[in-house]
């Protein structure tokens, strides 16, 4: 076949294609070796057509389904001359869909050691599922989360929820570790639907209602963190451990459903910015707030005391002279349900009312107390860490209601970038926490990590005291003692 012969050859068949769809035959050609083979020839022609209609059936078939996923129902679409109303059962809604999706992070916790047996892995292997999962939802929270400020969040979490439900079905079913710490590592990622949920409940929610809905959401996230561990080692106790993991599964395909038909559309509030520009600016807003490093700051000690208490709580409770089993000690996290019943009232009848900064007094307070009870007299009486876990929650979850109360009026357009900036703070806190109460309870016990515990919440009281609630600089109480809002 001669050059001049390919090129007609493909000259036809491009026109062909482009104008029927359909495949290249002898009538077509030039060349003297395909016209020797007539019966190929059709063959071939049939395979082609029949590859043709199976591929443009495939596009059709994922146009249906993203046609279908992404339509919104009309009681569910934006208008401006009459916004959705956000109301209690949307409220519920948003909180049911966060505690089911952050109990993905920490469903593996108190089931390590079967994992390990499971996968034929040492307990320290074992221990990298939580640290992916940890360092998966640090990637969706920086790299994720800034985006519901440029796109229609409605859609977003959609995919988000669909991604992490599709990921799932591997973790489900996966024999190989290797493959079950990537999955980890990934659903994680996607795992940060409840982050871009909050700044939509700050948008949706009237100001003099913003701290009761953000209360009920936030409760939802702290019962998904206590209800994992609580489900996951009763599941694991009398059944096989994978049983919660699809429970886990059937839960995401449900929210992705229950957001599908009932979460209302709400447009970007950016449309002029890049997502490069967006990930920047969250540094710009941390050089220019003195309220958002307020807050983070906050945030970052007294999510150390959280996560640095429950760590430690393991110890104390499976040793001496408690000596409890495992399942009786994952019943200590219910304890933890305080901020679910008594926070909505809180922040109903405090931080609706009064100013971030008294609302954040009362409630560090209310920690202090609580801390101090559980940590000299933890050791000799079971009551004094199940008093701390109800009052510690308590604390914790309406601080951060009113410090996110606070930081949301910063800039209203660039909610889930302030929301960003503020929860990388209590990731890092967090993370420290973890680390600092492990080695502080291997040196000195119970005692000597709950004293570091009320250091920290000492220092967070001395960031809150900085600033005065009239105060525009980073430190002073210029404008005078306020307590009741003016907005």
Known sequence: ????????????????????????????????????????????????????EESIGKRKYWRYFADVTSWTPPRCRWNPEDPSKFGLPLNILFAFSGTFT?????????????????????????????????????????LLCPLGDLVRRRHFVLLLTLVTATLW?????????????VLSYLSSVTTVTPQIMLPLVGD?????????????????????????????????????????????????????????????????TNTNISYFKILYSIIG????????????????????????????????????????????????????LTPMFLGPLFSRYMIDRFVPQFSILVSLSILITGVSVGTYTGTYTVAGPIIQAALQDFGLQMTQVANRVAIYSVAPK??????????????????????????????GGWILSGSVNLAFIGAALLICLLRGPAENGWVGWHGGIRIRRTE
């Open 1 to 52: 076949m001669t050059a001049e012969s390919t090129q007609r050859v493909g000259d036809n068949s491009s026109s062909r294609i482009d104008a029927e769809l359909l495949p290249i035959t002898s009538a077509h050609s030039n060349s003297p070796t395909v016209q020797g083979f007539g019966e190929d020839e059709k063959g071939h022609d049939a395979n082609v057509r029949s590859s043709t």
């Open 102 to 142: 952050v109990a993905n992070l920490y469903y593996s916790h108190p089931i390590l050691d079967v994992l390990a047996r499971f996968f034929d892995v040492s307990h320290e292997r074992a221990s990298l599922i939580p640290t992916c999962s940890q360092a998966g939802y640090a990637t969706g929270l920086i």
């Open 169 to 181: 079905i591997g973790v489900c079913i996966t024999e190989s570790f290797e493959v079950f710490l």
């Open 204 to 268: 949706l929610a009237p100001p003099a209602r913003r701290a009761t809905a953000l209360s009920i959401v936030s409760s939802g996230l702290v019962l998904g963190l206590l209800f994992a561990r609580l489900l996951s080692g009763v599941v694991a106790e009398y059944s096989h451990w994978r049983n919660i993991y699809w429970l886990s599964l059937a839960l995401q395909f449900l929210i992705f459903a229950l957001l599908w038909l009932f979460m209302p559309d709400y447009p970007s």
């Open 285 to 336: 807003y941390y050089w220019t707030s003195p309220v958002l490093v307020q807050a983070t700051l906050m945030g970052f000690f007294l999510s150390a005391t959280f996560t640095s208490f429950w760590t430690t709580l393991t110890f104390l409770l499976s040793g001496d002279p408690y000596n409890y089993q495992t399942l009786i000690i994952g019943l200590f996290s219910l304890a933890g």
């Open 414 to 443: 660039a909610r889930n970038r302030i929301n960003t900036g503020y929860m990388m703070g209590v990731f890092c806190g967090q993370l420290m926490g973890t680390s600092v109460g492990n080695r502080l309870y291997s040196q």
